[in-house]
Every structure is written in C-alpha cells, then in structure tokens.
C-alpha cells in the first residue's frame, strides 16, 4: 500500500520547505517509497479525523495500512527502519545515526526555533533588541559544536544517513539569519543536502502545492 502523508494546504513558508512534511517527503524520496499527499487546512488541523490521527493538530501525519503516525521524526525513523537507504547496516553506526536525529530535534533546533518566535512573533516587543542578540548566541554555541564535530567531512558520521536528513532540515530554518555564513563547514554541508536529487524532487513537490495555492 502507497503510504499517504499529510502537509499544509496553504504553508505559511511561502514554499521554502520549511515545513515539516519536507523532511518526511525527503526520506521518502530517498528511499525511493511512492507516497500520497493529502492537503490539510488550517482548520482542518484542528478537526476530529485529523486530531484522531495527530492528537495535537499538526502536519505532517503518515498513514499506510493499519498504521497511523505523527511527529515528523518518529515518521522519519519509521521509514529508515523500513527501507534500506537512510541507516546503516552496523548496529552502532545505526545508533549513532538515530542518535543524530535526536540531536538535531532536542538540542540544535530549540535555540532555532526560538529565534523564528523572537523574530516573527516579538518583532513589537520592547524586549527584541535585548533578546534577539542573546537567541544568536546560544545558536552559535551549538553551531560550533556542530562545526567542530563536522570538521572537513561530508557527512555527520560516514555516510549520509536519516542523522543528516533531520539535521540539514533543521539547519535550513537559519539560511535568512546569515548564522550558517560565520560557520562555513556548516554551510557547506547544508548545500550538500540540498544538492542531493532526493532533496530537489521532495523540494520541488512541495514548492508545487505552494504554488498552487498561492495562484488559487
């Protein structure tokens, strides 16, 4: 059975791929997995069939035969565990990988995301200026952490892996902060997932409902 993921009807990142059914879309490009997308909108998060299958109302989720799933990295995982392409044969390899994954979610995205709310959400506040400086900051202790652990290598642990997929995801959200310029090794490996034709065929598709529904 074709697995059917769900995304935004209209996403708010105007088609950047920012949102979070772009690394499910990845992975699934990656492992060369047909799926289904069925637009969800931003009413239709918060109904009954949708909070049924995500309890919190959000994108993406992951359907295939009696399975349902939420929360991009656990469907990301499932899909590397399922097909070959994404983690390694070694068990330990495997681990660090799934190990990276985790990482990207609990340790470098937060700061990342904190900034997005500083910047979108606090732009008025009386405390941004004081603030915003601080957010960077934190971002750049865990960018050069990342840096240093990536050093001149490819990838975050031999080959690339779902470690990476999630990791280049969540490094993608600070592409207008100038951030990755200062940390070029990071940069670097950003574009390299980028450049690779699973990224572009999950890019391209999501830029097509963007599209789309800003012609509608």
């Given amino acids: 059975m074709i697995p059917t993921i769900t995304a935004f009807e209209r996403s708010p990142d105007g088609g950047r791929g920012l949102a979070r059914d772009m690394q499910v879309r990845w992975a699934l490009e990656e492992v060369g997995q047909a799926y289904d997308v069925r637009l969800v909108s931003f009413g239709g998060m918060k109904r009954p069939a949708h909070v049924a299958i995500s309890p919190f109302g959000n994108i993406p989720t992951y359907e295939e035969d009696n399975l349902a799933l939420f929360e991009s990295g656990a469907i990301v995982l499932h899909i590397a565990e399922r097909h070959a392409g994404l983690l390694p044969d070694d068990a330990n390899a495997r681990a660090r990988a799934i190990s990276w994954m985790f990482a990207a979610y609990s340790t470098v995205e937060p700061p990342i995301l904190e900034r997005a709310t500083t910047v979108i959400l606090e732009r008025e506040a009386t405390w941004h200026d004081q603030r915003l400086p ?83």
């Fill in 134 to 216: 601080l957010v960077d900051d934190r971002i750049r202790k865990r960018l050069t952490e990342l840096s240093r652990h990536l050093g001149d290598c490819d990838w975050l642990d031999g080959e690339f892996s779902a470690g990476d997929l999630v990791m280049v995801g969540v490094l993608r959200r600070l592409q207008r902060s100038g951030l990755l310029n200062e940390f070029p090794n990071v940069a670097a490996y950003v574009a390299r997932g980028e450049a690779r034709p699973a990224f572009k065929r999950a890019f391209d598709a999501q830029l097509t409902v963007a599209m789309a529904a800003s012609n509608g």
